[in-house]
């Protein structure tokens, strides 16, 4: 691996990921757990995004990527992903993406589901691109759910510039066993760099240790350090996680938010990945 001084402007990075033999080729969804990006790009620009191909899914493995563009530098990225078997039954996933261009406001894209569910369904939502500048600032929410449909609405207040921004999303039906899904938060006053750490309780329990995927859905960090944040999961039971959030180094920070979604089915394939730099 690169020395963090050698890494360039621009750099992409990605890790082949292999996957147990499935019938077809599922769908992967990611989100970020760590950014550490340099704060030393015009206007303190900040761009980042994490994926997998359609083109580099294939049954038995994939290829996950974490990438910067223009003048920033992406020195460390650890990446969550979701792969959820071809023909899943009550449950859909995707991503989406708006490009704003430092319009104001908050910036819904409307997802529309391939197939309508028969209630209103349950939606986890992340980050999976931000490309936001001058001040730290995005968030990712889900609004407006219903049988057909929910948008997905970014927003960045205040002076920051928000130029364009995307997310991961699941909807599963409501009530499903096996499933559950919530956001947790961190907030510092004044800004700082210390860990805040927490617990979450399943209700119900699981019926056995599911699998945990998470990916922040909201940045508000300063913008004279370096960005570095991250999410941890630990110690996770049939009845409870753990979790922590922070940050390391000089990085400031006002607030950081996370979504989780605990998964108790074998079909399903996920883990968190810190990509190697090329």
């Known amino acids: 691996m690169k020395d963090w001084t050698a890494i360039e402007r621009a750099e992409c990075q990605k890790q082949d990921i292999p996957l147990p033999g499935q019938a077809g080729p599922p769908v992967v969804i990611t989100g970020f757990n760590l950014v550490d990006i340099g704060h030393g790009s ?28 223009s003048e920033s530098y992406l020195y460390k990225a650890t990446v969550s992903w979701l792969a959820i078997p071809a023909g899943s039954v009550g449950i859909l996933a995707g991503s989406c993406r708006i490009h704003p261009h430092n319009a104001g406001g908050p910036h819904p894209c409307r997802v529309d589901f391939q197939t309508s569910f028969l209630k209103v369904p349950e939606i986890f939502l992340c980050l999976n691109y931000m490309d936001f500048s001058k001040v730290w600032r995005v968030e990712a929410s889900a609004e407006k759910i219903t049988r057909t449909g929910f948008d997905a609405v970014f927003q960045s207040r205040g002076d920051a ?9 699941i909807a599963y039906e409501s009530g499903r066993d096996g499933l559950e899904h919530g956001k947790i938060h961190a907030k510092w006053d004044p800004a700082g760099a210390t860990e805040q750490s927490g617990k979450v309780d399943f209700c119900p329990a699981f019926q056995k240790v599911p699998r945990i995927f998470t990916g922040l859905t909201e940045i508000v960090s300063h913008t004279e350090f370096n960005l570095r944040v991250q999410v941890k999961v630990k110690n996770v039971t049939k009845d409870k996680f ?9 990085t400031c920070k006002y607030a950081i938010s996370a979504a989780w979604l605990a998964i108790d089915d074998t079909g399903f394939s996920s883990s968190a990945q810190l990509i190697p730099r090329q």
């Open 242 to 250: 753990e979790w922590s959030i922070g940050a390391w180094g000089d």
């Open 161 to 169: 510039c928000l130029w364009a921004a995307g997310g991961s999303w």
């Open 42 to 69: 015009k206007y303190s620009q900040v761009r980042a995004k994490c994926y997998a191909s359609g083109t580099d899914v294939y049954s038995d493995r994939f290829t996950l990527h974490a990438d910067t563009w």
